[in-house]
């Protein structure tokens, strides 16, 4: 059950939250239990200290104003660019350097081991590169088939 409370943004730009009993917490930050699988239920608001202060069990439930501001604040925290294609990669050993399209753009990036590629489901993968960032492919079977027959190179 989604807990009773009204959540703005103050003159900085931060969230505040209220609750219904009155209590006020300043600078709180969505996060997501399921960030894959389910990224639109299961929220935790939590305080800058990290202790959760509310919680969100399916952000539709929310008005819209407050659903927005929640996903305005999980979109400017997060950063997991999906990939659509492979284009290229530059070797079938690792390190390599791969060449993607995403839903953010195209980009290249270094994979730096085959563990760096972690099967979530079993057509749900993660990839992390050399910096750490993660790309994820949602459902390999949406891949096309050039991008496919790469990554079975790497699997």
């Avoid at 900085?12 to 930050?29: I, M, N, P, W």
């Avoid at 202790?51 to 996903?71: F, M, S, T, Y």
């Avoid at 057509?123 to 079975?152: A, E, F, M, P």
Wanted: glycine share 6%.
């Amino acid at each position: 059950m989604t807990t009773n409370f009204d959540l703005t943004r103050n003159v900085f730009g931060r969230l505040v939250l209220t609750t219904a009993d009155g209590e006020v917490h300043e600078s709180v930050a969505p996060v997501r239990a399921f960030p894959v699988q389910a990224p639109d239920d299961g929220i935790a608001l939590v305080s800058t200290d990290g202790k959760e202060v509310g919680w969100i069990d399916r952000i539709e439930d929310l008005p819209a104003a407050v659903g927005q501001l929640v996903r305005e604040e999980l979109e400017g925290r997060e950063f997991m660019p999906e990939i659509a294609r492979i284009n290229s990669v530059t070797s079938f050993a690792t390190p390599c350097t791969w060449s993607v399209a995403t839903d953010r753009g195209d980009t290249e990036f270094v994979l730096r081991g085959e563990e760096d590629i972690r099967r979530l489901t079993v057509d749900t993968l993660l990839i992390s590169d050399i910096h750490g960032i993660h790309y994820l492919i949602r459902d390999v079977r949406d891949l096309d088939k050039h991008s496919k027959k790469i990554l079975d190179r790497f699997l």
